[in-house]
């Protein structure tokens, strides 16, 4: 009888006994060490590593409830549906996804390849660092995993079964809630509000009605466009990176839902970076240098999946219908509107949300960081309501520009 054979919330000192009972990954005379290495809302992420060879294993670890309120209880499930859609993504995208070497559903635990050399890119750019191949690397993963698992490439009953293979009913009330719902109107009172911008963002988010309407009918579009196995949670705290590699991970609100907020999410979360670096790098060049490039990555990242989008469809196209002339524009379009939406959305969430989002939170000067929320609620609110008008990288650059004139 093993105590694994019960689930319980494990801690740093029960991985290694784990890790060498499921898996037996290290020899017996290992020297191993663990550390609790997470800095998600939903689940422990550790690193065991043997410290006579180096060789090391991630162990990823679903609890009962969220990291950042205890009272939001969630279905331990979420490991299973994430370690298949890692095996998925890496069919479609190999490379880019960490391999998964087992997952536990007693223990609700995956065991899966350490990122080795990589850096979470969140913390990489908030040290201001660069990394001109991103662009190219997460738009080949977003068109890959994406285009390859819809009704247009994939068999429509295969496709079927996967939509209920991958419904995670918890996770998808979760984002419905904190970025669809509450930051429009604080419904539940658990609003993270910057106190100096309390009058800005009352204004602004809860008494726009014009606004209320158009996030609620994405939020209906959401919940009912399963339209592709996204990711449901692409930014840059699910991705580690160095200068010549990418790898996404942390899939676990992934389920069968419109493309665009996929795409949407990378480029607010680029315009965060923005914003961090705007706002605490006093060098100018080295400002200069490092703001330039994160409005590039975002003006690269939307053209470069336009154009690789429309490569794949031609080459993956699979249902008759969908081969009709002018299909593959306006299915494309469809995608664009949602894209510039949840870029939208994702901005205003993390601003005003239970969740937000570091590159803000961390500006140390009360003035520089009310005027980034400022620009980024604007800017949000610009890509909600004008959301048919980004059809290019050029576009966003332009609306990013006349954001930030705004509060000059």
Same mark, same amino acid.
């Given at each position: 009888?093993?105590?694994?054979?019960?689930?319980?919330?494990?801690?740093?000192?029960?991985?290694?006994?784990?890790?060498?009972?499921?898996?037996?990954?290290?020899?017996? /005379?290992?020297?191993?060490?663990?550390?609790?290495?997470?800095?998600?809302?939903?689940?422990?992420?550790?690193?065991?590593?043997?410290?006579?060879?180096?060789?090391?294993?991630?162990?990823?670890?679903?609890?009962?409830?969220?990291?950042?309120?205890?009272?939001?209880?969630?279905?331990?499930?979420?490991?299973?549906?994430?370690?298949?859609? @890692?095996?998925?993504?890496?069919?479609?995208?190999?490379? @880019?996804?960490?391999?998964?070497?087992?997952?536990?559903?007693?223990?609700?635990?995956?065991?899966?390849?350490?990122?080795?050399?990589? +850096?979470?890119?969140?913390?990489?750019?908030?040290?201001?660092?660069?990394?001109?191949?991103?662009?190219?690397?997460?738009?080949?993963?977003?068109?890959?995993?994406? @285009?390859?698992?819809?009704?247009?490439?994939?068999?429509?009953?295969?496709?079927?079964?996967?939509?209920?293979?991958?419904?995670?009913?918890?996770?998808?009330?979760?984002?419905?809630?904190?970025?669809? +719902?509450?930051?429009?109107?604080?419904?539940?009172?658990?609003?993270?509000?910057?106190?100096?911008?309390?009058?800005?963002?009352?204004?602004?988010?809860?008494?726009?009605?014009?606004?209320?309407?158009?996030?609620?009918?994405?939020?209906?579009?959401?919940?009912?466009?399963?339209?592709?196995?996204?990711?449901?949670?692409?930014?840059?705290?699910?991705?580690?990176?160095?200068?010549?590699?990418?790898?996404?991970?942390?899939?676990?609100?992934?389920?069968?839902?419109?493309?665009?907020?996929?795409?949407?999410?990378?480029?607010?979360?680029?315009?965060?970076?923005?914003?961090?670096?705007?706002?605490?790098?006093?060098?100018?060049?080295?400002?200069?240098?490092?703001?330039?490039?994160?409005?590039?990555?975002?003006?690269?990242?939307?053209?470069?999946?336009?154009?690789?989008?429309?490569?794949?469809?031609?080459?993956?196209?699979?249902?008759?219908?969908?081969?009709?002339?002018?299909?593959?524009?306006?299915? @494309?379009?469809?995608?664009?509107?949602?894209?510039?939406?949840?870029?939208?959305?994702?901005?205003?969430?993390?601003?005003?949300?239970?969740?937000?989002?570091?590159?803000?939170?961390?500006?140390?000067?009360?003035?520089?960081?009310?005027?980034?929320?400022?620009?980024?609620?604007?800017?949000?609110?610009?890509?909600?309501?004008?959301?048919?008008?980004?059809?290019?990288?050029? /576009?966003?650059?332009?609306?990013?520009?006349?954001?930030?004139?705004?509060?000059?």
């Amino acid at each position: 009888m093993s105590r694994f054979d019960t689930y319980f919330l494990m801690k740093t000192e029960d991985i290694a006994d784990y890790v060498q009972e499921k898996l037996h990954f290290f020899p017996d /005379d290992a020297k191993l060490t663990c550390e609790e290495i997470g800095d998600g809302n939903l689940n422990y992420v550790f690193r065991l590593k043997d410290e006579n060879t180096g060789k090391t294993v991630i162990v990823k670890h679903a609890a009962e409830s969220l990291r950042i309120s205890e009272e939001m209880k969630i279905s331990t499930d979420r490991g299973r549906i994430e370690a298949k859609i @890692l095996a998925i993504q890496g069919k479609y995208a190999p490379g @880019l996804v960490p391999e998964v070497y087992l997952y536990d559903p007693v223990m609700c635990a995956i065991i899966m390849e350490d990122m080795i050399n990589h +850096t979470m890119m969140r913390t990489a750019i908030m040290r201001h660092e660069t990394f001109p191949l991103f662009s190219e690397h997460i738009s080949t993963f977003m068109v890959n995993t994406l @285009l390859a698992t819809t009704d247009v490439a994939m068999n429509h009953k295969e496709k079927k079964e996967n939509v209920k293979s991958f419904i995670s009913p918890d996770l998808c009330e979760i984002t419905e809630d904190l970025v669809y +719902t509450e930051p429009y109107n604080d419904c539940n009172h658990r609003n993270n509000v910057f106190p100096p911008i309390a009058d800005f963002v009352k204004k602004e988010l809860y008494e726009d009605k014009a606004l209320a309407l158009e996030v609620a009918k994405l939020k209906f579009d959401f919940m009912t466009n399963a339209q592709a196995l996204i990711h449901g949670d692409l930014h840059t705290g699910s991705v580690f990176i160095n200068k010549e590699h990418t790898f996404v991970f942390d899939p676990e609100f992934a389920f069968y839902g419109p493309i665009g907020y996929d795409v949407g999410n990378v480029i607010a979360n680029m315009f965060f970076a923005w914003c961090n670096g705007d706002a605490t790098i006093d060098d100018p060049a080295l400002k200069k240098e490092f703001c330039d490039w994160a409005l590039t990555t975002i003006e690269e990242v939307v053209d470069k999946f336009i154009a690789k989008f429309k490569v794949a469809f031609k080459e993956q196209v699979t249902d008759y219908m969908a081969k009709t002339e002018g299909f593959m524009e306006w299915y @494309l379009d469809t995608i664009l509107v949602d894209t510039a939406a949840c870029a939208g959305l994702e901005s205003i969430r993390r601003i005003v949300g239970m969740a937000n989002v570091k590159d803000i939170t961390t500006i140390p000067d009360e003035q520089k960081r009310a005027r980034a929320e400022k620009i980024v609620i604007t800017l949000g609110k610009n890509y909600i309501m004008n959301k048919d008008k980004f059809k290019c990288g050029a /576009d966003y650059i332009k609306a990013i520009n006349e954001a930030i004139a705004k509060f000059s």
